[in-house]
Each structure stands twice: as C-alpha cells, then as structure tokens.
C-alpha cells in the first residue's frame, strides 16, 4: 500500500473527533486579578508612599472528585500515556490501550497505530497533558459517562519518517483542547472517544 506518512498525522487530528455529536466548545477564560482602588490620601503634607505588594492570584480549590470521576480521570490519564507509548515504540505491546478504551474507538486507535507502524512513523519527544476540569456523571439510553477536559501540548514533540525527517506542517504541533467522552463498561470507565479543537495555549 503506497500512503503518504502525512496521512498519519491527518487520523491522528480527526481522530478524537469520532462519531460524537457535542454543543459548541464552552469557553471559561480565566479572571484577571484585580487590584481594589485605595482611596485617595486627604492629607495636604505629601504623604509617605506605603509600598503595596504585587497582586498575586489566588490558585483555584481543586476539584473534589467521587471515585467514579477519579476512576473516569485516570482512564483518560491511562489513555494519553499509552498513546504517547504507542506512537514513539513500534514494538509496544497495544493491550494496555485496549484496555482503557471502548470498542470502536479502540478500533480506530488501533488503524491509527498501524498507519504510523506501516509507513514508518513514529514520534519522537513526548506529548504533555494538562488535565482539566471533571464533569458530573450524566446517564442517556442506559450509559453513563463522564467529560473530563484535557489540554495537549505537542510543541516538544514531532513525527518523523525513517529518514528521520518530519512528517507535519509547523501549524501541526501546538496546543490542542480536548472533550473526551469517558463511559461506564461494566466496573470499568473506558475512553469512548470525543472531540477536539486546536488552541493557542494551554
């Protein structure tokens, strides 16, 4: 089969972007700190300046997760760090996937990977993630899933052909935000695919 490695890498854009049909991306920016106003001094001597310490922001609460959230998180946490393993080792073993996806996203993974495998694609450096926020359980037809939000930044990776030489276009790595549908599979939560946009930082 004679493929372009670049077809590689357009799977791998759409490939969170499998079969889900979501509401538009939810924007949450974050809030600027804000310094409150001081009164002005009535004084008529000049007044000593009183220095005042740079504002710093508050971190956010972490979020309280139940198990199932926290089981849901760790499926995607699994998920990401064998996708990262897949793409950089063409001799890594595919179960640990299988294991934390469902059947037809592990499916499309799966193509995904032989793609890479067959036209001698693989990724060197590594991918980091920045996971976000947890949603709530939500039930529909009989499954429950579970959002988790996750920001991936591929600025410090790259794939490569045999020769070494890339394979993508330099507005191909950056930052990409993630909506993974994550689902109930008997006492399991497994990754159930999702959708994804490109995004200037995480």
Request: hydrophobic share 30%.
């Amino acid at each position: 089969m004679n493929r372009h490695p670049a077809t590689a890498f357009v799977a791998a854009a759409m490939l969170l972007m499998l079969g889900a049909c979501t509401p538009d991306p939810v924007e949450t920016p974050s809030p600027e700190p804000t310094l409150s106003s001081a009164p002005a001094s009535t004084a008529e001597a000049t007044p000593t300046p009183t220095p005042t310490p740079s504002p710093t922001p508050s971190p956010s609460p972490e979020q309280t997760l139940n198990p199932e959230q926290e089981a849901a998180l760790t499926a995607v946490k699994e998920y990401f760090e064998a996708l990262n393993e897949l793409r950089s080792d063409p001799d890594a073993d595919f179960q640990r996937m299988a294991d934390v996806t469902t059947g037809t996203f592990t499916s499309a993974v799966a193509q995904l990977i032989n793609n890479y495998r067959e036209d001698g694609v693989r990724q060197v450096g590594e991918n980091t993630y920045v996971y976000g926020e947890v949603g709530p359980v939500v039930e529909a037809d009989g499954t429950r899933s579970i959002e988790v939000r996750v920001c991936g930044d591929s600025t410090q990776s790259d794939l490569v052909d045999s020769t070494g030489e890339s394979v993508l276009e330099p507005d191909q790595r950056g930052y990409v935000a993630y909506r993974l549908d994550v689902v109930e599979v008997g006492p399991e939560w497994r990754v159930n695919g999702g959708q994804s946009e490109a995004v200037e930082s995480c």
